[in-house]
């Protein structure tokens, strides 16, 4: 459900006479349809973004340079961003009323306080989830996130900081494993997802990821030359996290270097003769995309714990954190 009464007042209120428009992939089927109705009904020039989309964290900054406003759809802000971007909610029209019911039985008997989390696509749902849980004798928590969260009970693919670390037990409402799963590892605890696209409920299981990654790190200790990958994108960009690995793995007596590019590729690191990688760019490449990369790629933790710095007790997945 995406409300262009937003795009309309703001192009209004800033006098815009260029608009830029971003989507997902999964909202780019609606961008010609949208793109034609703002330059209708405003009279503004109207560009699309072609380049990739992967969250707030990716912006198109070139883009930006030659227009008033840029509409940035279906995410929320990371932390503080050009006034130049606007974000723009999208709602799913879904009900999770009928999914909910059904995780409210995959709890364990013994839970009370459960942590309820979600996407932005349902965060307009989340009182008729707590409703189900308190109808059914549970005590739903929604937490406040980090800086680089938006709104209570929202999570990221990179950030679980609203999983109140106190609840028993977590409900996970959306589509995908990877956010319940980064939230069952964050937190240590039982996570029940309910997707209302599928109408499933289940319990998720974080053991194969950890297996994976597991997997990762034992064909990374003995290694020698790390490239260490930093994103220009303005929400993965963490130089100052690259530079400290850099340190570790010189005085672990091996050899790395940072390269710095916008997105991430594995046929950019052909030819180069490193032995493994470590990404501090979006924490999903290491995790989604990590075998076609041909050597291990790691996430910081697992760099740590490559490093001996690091018990693998302490796993856990890398997260994008902004401070408060």
């Given at each position: 459900m995406?409300?262009?009464?937003?795009?309309?007042?703001?192009?209004?209120?800033?006098?815009?006479?260029?608009?830029g428009?971003?989507?997902?992939?999964?909202?780019?089927?609606?961008?010609?349809?949208?793109?034609?109705?703002?330059?209708?009904?405003?009279?503004?020039?109207?560009f699309?973004?072609?380049?990739?989309?992967?969250?707030?964290?990716?912006?198109?900054?070139?883009?930006?340079?030659?227009?008033?406003?840029?509409?940035?759809?279906?995410?929320?802000p990371?932390?503080?961003v050009?006034?130049?971007?606007?974000f723009?909610?999208?709602?799913?029209?879904?009900?999770?009323?009928?999914?909910?019911?059904?995780?409210?039985?995959?709890?364990?008997?013994?839970?009370?306080?459960?942590?309820?989390?979600?996407?932005?696509?349902?965060?307009?749902?989340?009182?008729?989830?707590?409703?189900?849980?308190?109808?059914?004798?549970?005590?739903?928590?929604?937490g406040?996130?980090?800086?680089?969260?938006?709104?209570?009970?929202?999570?990221?693919?990179?950030?679980?900081?609203?999983?109140?670390?106190?609840?028993?037990?977590?409900?996970?409402?959306?589509?995908?494993?990877?956010?319940?799963?980064?939230?069952?590892?964050?937190?240590?605890?039982?996570?029940?997802?309910?997707?209302?696209?599928?109408?499933?409920?289940?319990?998720?299981?974080?053991e194969?990821?950890?297996?994976?990654?597991?997997?990762?790190?034992?064909?990374?200790?003995?290694?020698?030359?790390?490239?260490?990958?930093?994103?220009?994108?303005?929400?993965?960009?963490r130089?100052?996290?690259?530079?400290?690995?850099?340190?570790?793995?010189?005085?672990?007596?091996?050899?790395?270097?940072?390269?710095?590019?916008?997105?991430?590729?594995?046929?950019?690191?052909?030819?180069?003769?490193?032995?493994?990688l470590?990404?501090?760019?979006?924490?999903?490449?290491?995790?989604?995309?990590?075998?076609?990369?041909?050597?291990?790629?790691?996430?910081?933790?697992?760099?740590?714990?490559?490093?001996?710095?690091?018990?693998?007790?302490?796993?856990?997945l890398?997260?994008i954190t902004?401070?408060?």
């Amino acid at each position: 459900m995406v409300g262009l009464e937003r795009v309309f007042d703001v192009i209004r209120e800033r006098g815009a006479r260029a608009v830029g428009l971003q989507f997902p992939e999964g909202l780019m089927r609606y961008a010609i349809d949208i793109s034609r109705l703002v330059g209708d009904l405003s009279g503004a020039e109207v560009f699309i973004s072609g380049d990739s989309c992967f969250g707030a964290c990716d912006m198109d900054l070139r883009l930006l340079e030659f227009v008033d406003v840029l509409f940035h759809f279906a995410h929320t802000p990371m932390g503080s961003v050009d006034p130049k971007v606007v974000f723009v909610e999208v709602s799913s029209k879904l009900s999770v009323v009928p999914v909910v019911k059904s995780a409210v039985s995959l709890f364990s008997g013994s839970v009370s306080r459960v942590g309820v989390v979600t996407t932005v696509q349902h965060l307009h749902t989340l009182g008729e989830v707590c409703w189900v849980l308190e109808s059914s004798g549970l005590d739903p928590v929604v937490g406040v996130g980090d800086g680089c969260i938006a709104h209570p009970g929202q999570v990221l693919g990179c950030n679980f900081s609203t999983a109140a670390a106190e609840c028993d037990e977590y409900l996970f409402v959306g589509s995908g494993r990877f956010h319940p799963i980064g939230v069952a590892i964050a937190r240590r605890r039982r996570v029940v997802a309910a997707d209302p696209y599928t109408g499933r409920a289940f319990v998720v299981d974080p053991e194969p990821i950890i297996r994976k990654r597991c997997g990762v790190v034992a064909r990374a200790l003995d290694t020698e030359s790390f490239g260490i990958i930093v994103s220009s994108k303005p929400g993965q960009e963490r130089l100052g996290l690259a530079r400290e690995l850099l340190g570790l793995v010189e005085e672990h007596g091996k050899r790395g270097v940072i390269m710095v590019m916008d997105v991430v590729k594995p046929d950019q690191f052909l030819g180069l003769g490193l032995d493994a990688l470590v990404s501090t760019a979006c924490p999903r490449i290491a995790v989604d995309d990590g075998e076609s990369f041909g050597v291990p790629i790691l996430t910081p933790v697992e760099l740590e714990i490559v490093l001996g710095l690091r018990e693998w007790e302490d796993f856990r997945l890398d997260e994008i954190t902004c401070g408060r």
